[in-house]
């Protein structure tokens, strides 16, 4: 047996999420069922470095399986292209060694968050940045309030009530905010992510940037580890899993 | 009455094509159904600049109507946004006087064809631009062959054989070709355009770029008058409604 790892790249429009559920459309169903037709209807399971929500999209998603099949890498690929749908591609094929694990050997990931400022939103934006519409964030409060996230914090009030994980202590290492054109693009990077983090920051850092809130309510709602002290989770179609790093 | 001219933008990936056809989803229909109910179920009708397929985008398709209501060319922009799918923006309202008409007062459209070089076709561009592959079209050649069809020609090689229009002589004032990033974008200018007359340009262009086909042999083919002589259309989804001119 042999151990791949790839990396997937994603447009999470007309999936109901990264993980497989009965009868819906996931992106982890969709690559497992390459999986199996390329195996000759063998069961081939797919582990990814964590799941994204309905609408969340991928440039470097990365998973791992095992197989008995011997093909080269670039012949993995390629041959796991044909079978999925267009809106899922494998950018990337490796092998590693069987102590590799998409989700247990990960030592950090890059999301990005995208808001457009454009007047009319656009038709091809629809699905892929948040419209700001008549809002018009005020970037530098926006980083004011971005530096209360990076270091190490407990993050209990910055994810979702449903968060099952026992340990909510997690490392920002960058958070950056950029504008690009009529794009704004929150760029943040860390050990690893609770369930809905991301979008929770997101939306409080647009929550300070409009002037619902202040720069320093952060540091007092991190404190308060409470998510009922916190706004509104950003939209699901701003969010991009950038990057999954490994020690490998 | 009042005449309001619009100016629209679509992600042409859902839709049958512009135009209204039975049990079909066009733009036209959306469009009309939006009108329908801010005139309180009474029939109105848009007239588009022309007609585009099944799949191909715009961004500055131009409409009229004519209504009995009064509202500011900007209310009317937002109320019929409101009303419409998000595929489909209106991005510009005015009033013209009754002589205008979008599809007899044109004097000019631009369109864009655009081709990707990406070595693995993004999920993101699947339905925006046409994925070169293995291809590496060789440009100079392409713009070589471009020149031949600026100027004014008898476009009947260069069109749908079920073209309806009995005169298919046209004027191309402008055909260009661009690499931007990992992009070849070809914008091409003209009085007017036949039916699938950009699509068969550009597929015509692609082959000279790959070698299938002389820059000369574009000149045979507008002689020859003859839509046998001529090779494939290129797909629908890398072509881009950019702009209608008018005198007004």
Redesign the interface.
């Known amino acids: 047996m042999k151990r791949v790892k790839a990396k997937v790249?994603?447009?999470g429009t007309d999936y109901a999420g990264y993980q497989s559920q009965p009868n819906m459309r996931t992106v982890q169903s969709v690559i497992d069922k390459a999986l199996v037709k390329l195996h000759k209807d063998k069961t081939v399971y797919s582990v990814a470095s964590g799941r994204t929500d309905a609408g969340v999209?991928a440039f470097g998603q990365v998973i791992h399986f095992d197989t008995p099949l011997d093909l080269p890498p670039d012949r993995w690929?390629m041959a796991l292209?044909v079978l999925l749908p267009?809106?899922?591609?494998?950018?990337e094929v490796e092998f590693v060694d069987e102590e590799f694990h998409a989700r247990y050997s990960a030592t950090g990931k890059t999301y990005m968050y995208k808001w457009s400022s454009s007047e009319?939103?656009?038709?091809?934006e629809?699905n892929?940045a948040v419209h700001l519409g008549k809002w018009k964030p005020d970037i530098e409060r926006m980083r004011e309030a971005a530096q209360y996230f990076i270091g190490t914090h407990d993050f209990t009030s910055f994810c979702s009530s449903k968060t099952a994980t026992a340990n909510k202590v997690r490392t920002v290492r960058e958070l950056t905010l950029v504008e690009q054109g009529e794009e704004l693009i929150m760029t943040i990077e860390g050990d690893g992510f609770l369930y809905n983090m991301v979008r929770t920051i997101a939306g409080m850092l647009f929550a300070v940037g409009i002037g619902w809130n202040e720069p320093l309510d952060m540091k007092e709602m991190l404190e308060a580890k409470d998510r009922k002290k916190v706004g509104k989770t950003a939209p699901a179609h701003g969010l991009y899993l950038m990057n999954v790093t490994y020690n490998h």
């Open positions: 790249s994603y447009d999209h690929r292209n267009k809106d899922v591609r494998i950018v009319i939103q656009s038709p091809f629809r892929y």
